[in-house]
């Protein structure tokens, strides 16, 4: 989850709770991992919470995290792994054509994101995937959303605006995790101060993830907390 922009500094002081969300993590990569083959680029990895999910998937990984402190973390991380290649700069740099290229929680910091996919797109191969996880729902947004950096959250109607005139073979859509959609509902409308226990609260909502698994398929995948989108081109 990286700040795209002119800052070179991002704490992430959120991001070591999310890593530890196994569960979630796990979940989100079962949605994904298809299409995770070939060479892939990932897109302000942070300190690598979801590589460790995928590592043995790909045939090679190029990872783009130019907030210098994740940067080295990221490096310390999974510096003897022979198949990652690490560079300390923004997306938007690169030249290199990808299967797949992922931004997991990472274009709601960015804020020209229609910009940003033009270029995911351009440096996809022929049939590669652009594969983008986003928060849901513009009126989820919170103070938490606000801390740390995110412009905005997306509904699938908010996306297909970003993408129309894109040069693209498909796209689908999936909402997931309702368990969570309800938990952030009720954190906004209940608590004024959501960094308390911040740690605990954030650990009862990876506990319920087996919970998101099955309303998810119950409810058709109609809303969740998060909105995966996947681009064919």
């Known amino acids: 989850m990286e700040k795209i922009q002119k800052k070179i500094h991002y704490p992430g002081w959120e991001l070591k709770y999310f890593d530890r969300s196994k569960n979630f993590r796990n979940y989100q990569l079962s949605l994904i991992k298809k299409y995770l083959r070939g060479e ?29 402190n ?5 490096k310390e991380n999974f510096k003897k792994n022979k198949k990652i290649n690490f560079f300390n700069k923004t997306f938007n740099k690169s030249k ?25 797109i351009k440096l996809l191969k022929k049939d590669g995937y652009l594969i ?8 989820l947004y919170s103070e938490f959303d606000k801390d740390v950096g995110h412009f905005r959250r997306y509904s699938k109607s908010d996306f297909k605006k970003v993408l129309i005139g894109l040069d693209f073979k498909k796209v ?10 309800l938990l952030s509902l ?4 209940l608590i004024s101060n959501y ?8 650990n009862f909502w990876n506990s319920m993830i087996w919970i998101s698994k099955i309303f998810d398929l119950i409810t058709f995948r109609f809303f969740g907390k998060s909105l995966l989108v996947i681009i064919k081109k």
């Open 186 to 189: 009720l954190s906004k409308i």
């Open 132 to 139: 983008i996880n986003v928060p849901a729902f513009s009126f």
């Open 70 to 74: 994740l940067f080295f973390n990221l």
């Open 96 to 120: 290199k054509k990808y299967d797949a290229i992922l931004y997991l929680d990472v274009l709601e910091h960015i804020k020209n994101d229609r910009i940003e996919i033009i270029k995911a």
């Open 40 to 68: 892939i680029a990932e897109v302000g990895p942070g300190n690598g919470g979801n590589l460790s999910g995928y590592l043995n998937f790909p045939k090679k990984i190029d990872l783009y995290e130019p907030s210098k």
């Open 172 to 181: 689908n859509f999936v909402y997931y995790d309702t368990v969570g959609f």
């Open 195 to 202: 960094k308390k226990n911040f740690e605990k609260k954030i």
